[in-house]
C-alpha cells in the first residue's frame, strides 16, 4: 500500500485520536480517564479482540504464526543460502571439473580450491572450500559455473560452533545416498526448466 493510500484510509476508517496534548494532571484525572474510555468499550472491544483471536488460533486453526523451528515458512527457489554441490544423475560422480571460474569471480575471494590431474589426466578436486565467514552470496558463482555445478540452496540457518563446519566440499556435495533427491538442476544460478524455449538458435549465417 502507497503512502498516499495509506493516508486515504486512515481518514476514511473513523479513527479516533488519542489527545495527547493535555495528558492527565493527576492521578484521579488518570482514573476519570480510564474510566471513560473502559466505559465508553475501547477496553472491552480491545479485550474482545485478543480474545477472538485466541480463539481463532486454538480451536479454529487460523494461526498466524509459525512455530519455528518446527515449521518454516516456504521460501523461493531462487533463494541464495548456502551453496550445494551436485552430482551427475547417471554416474554420481560431481559435476565440478575444476576450472576455477567461480574462484576467479567470487568478489569476496572466498573461494579455494586445488586441482590435480588424475592418472587419466582428468582434472581432479582435491580442496575446495568456501569461507562463509566472507561470502556475500552474490550468487556470482553459480551464474558463472558452466557445468551447473555449483547452486544456493535453501539452508539458510548458518549458525554454528565451527565456521569451517560449512564450508568443506564434502559438506556441500550431495551424498550419494541422496542422489536419487536431487533435482536437475535446482537452486539459484541453475538453469530454468522452460530453458530450451528461451534459447534463439544460432543463424546458419554463423
Ligand atoms: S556467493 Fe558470491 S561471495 Fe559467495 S562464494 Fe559465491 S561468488 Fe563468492
Ligand atoms: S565454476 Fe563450477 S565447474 Fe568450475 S570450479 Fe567452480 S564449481 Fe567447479
Same mark, same amino acid.
Given at each position: ?6 493516508? +486515504? ?8 485520536? @488519542?489527545?495527547?496534548? #493535555? =495528558? /492527565? ?6 482514573? +476519570?480517564?480510564? $474510566? ?27 494461526? #498466524?504464526?509459525?512455530?519455528? /523451528? $518446527?515449521?518454516?515458512?516456504?521460501? !523461493? =527457489?531462487?533463494?541464495?543460502?548456502? #551453496?550445494?554441490?551436485?552430482? $551427475?544423475?547417471? !554416474?554420481?560422480?560431481? &559435476? ?7 574462484? +576467479? ?10 586441482? &590435480? ?49 560449512? !564450508? ?6 550431495? /551424498? ?15 538453469? !530454468? ?6 534459447? +534463439?538458435?544460432? =543463424? @546458419?549465417?554463423?
Amino acid at each position: 500500500m502507497g503512502l498516499e493510500k495509506f493516508k +486515504k484510509r486512515v481518514g476514511t476508517q473513523n479513527y479516533v485520536k @488519542l489527545d495527547l496534548t #493535555h =495528558p /492527565p494532571a493527576d492521578g484521579w484525572s488518570a482514573f +476519570k480517564q480510564v $474510566l471513560k474510555r473502559s466505559l465508553k468499550g475501547e477496553l472491552f472491544v480491545g479485550l474482545w479482540v485478543t480474545l477472538r483471536e485466541m480463539i481463532n488460533a486454538l480451536f479454529r486453526g487460523k494461526m #498466524h504464526t509459525t512455530q519455528y /523451528p $518446527l515449521e518454516k515458512l516456504p521460501i !523461493s =527457489p531462487r533463494y541464495r543460502a548456502i #551453496h550445494e554441490m551436485l552430482r $551427475l544423475l547417471e !554416474s554420481g560422480h560431481y &559435476r565440478c571439473i575444476g576450472c576455477g571460474l567461480c574462484e +576467479k569471480i567470487c568478489i569476496s575471494n572466498c573461494i579455494a580450491m586445488e586441482t &590435480r590431474y588424475d592418472e587419466n589426466q582428468r582434472k581432479e578436486v582435491t580442496e575446495y572450500t568456501i569461507n562463509f565467514g566472507r561470502c556475500i552470496f552474490c550468487g556470482y558463482c553459480a551464474e558463472v559455473c558452466p557445468e551447473l555445478a555449483i547452486v544456493h540452496g535453501g539452508r539458510y540457518e548458518t549458525a554454528s560452533e565451527q565456521r569451517a563446519s560449512f !564450508s568443506l566440499f564434502e559438506d556441500m556435495l550431495t /551424498p550419494i545416498d541422496k542422489l536419487n533427491l536431487q533435482k536437475e538442476y535446482p537452486g539459484f544460478g541453475a538453469v !530454468s526448466p522452460n530453458a530450451d524455449d528461451n534459447i +534463439k538458435k544460432t =543463424p @546458419l549465417a554463423y
